[in-house]
């Protein structure tokens, strides 16, 4: 990454539920969990126009140029968990996804922002298997695809001066 400047860019923000537990109890098979899991979320953000900045531990950080792929993504991820799930028995996977329509800063080689910042704190605001969107990302793929969402109204995100709905 050796951009320099701001990017307006749809903002997917990723996390495994209870990793630290579970890398406590197993840590063999939950590495061959994040192994499929890694696997599902880079193939799903190629599939959609994504472009992975970076993972950090069992996060993914994930920017598109569209609001609708970054959603649409987001769906199949859950999706692909929803069914991998119901099969593994004790083996299951549970995500939080946050996406936010915002500006990323380029730096050196990593990527910074408030944008990235607020989807960071809307997928800690999801229920375990679900996705949080910011009201800037619901009213860009209103009517362009089929979801059922819940108005969340006016959160409060750590470190987050500014309103944002959800």
């Known amino acids: 990454m050796e951009h320099k400047d701001y990017r307006l860019a749809a903002i997917m923000f990723t996390d495994i ?7 406590g109890s197993d840590e063999a098979g939950t590495l061959q969990l994040l ?5 599902v979320i880079t193939e799903a953000a190629a599939r959609r126009n994504g472009t992975v900045i970076k ?10 140029r569209s609001t609708v792929d970054a959603l649409r ?12 799930n119901k099969e593994a028995g004790a083996k299951t996977l549970l ?25 960071s704190r809307l997928q800690g605001m999801a229920r375990p298997g679900c996705i949080c969107l910011s009201q ?10 089929e979801f059922r969402a819940e108005k969340l109204g006016k959160v409060s995100l ?5 309103e944002v709905h959800a």
């Open 55 to 64: 993972t950090i531990g069992d996060a993914f950080l994930v920017d598109f």
């Open 73 to 84: 993504c987001a769906m199949e991820i859950q999706d692909t968990f929803y069914v991998h």
């Open 136 to 145: 800037d990302v619901y009213n860009q793929v209103l009517n362009k695809i």
């Open 95 to 119: 995500l939080r996804i946050g996406i936010h329509l915002g500006d990323i800063y380029f730096f050196e080689n990593d990527a910074l922002g408030e944008g990235i910042n607020i989807a």
């Open 35 to 39: 192994r499929y899991h890694n696997e």
């Open 17 to 23: 539920v209870g990793f630290s537990r579970m890398m």
């Open 158 to 162: 750590k470190n987050i001066t500014k």
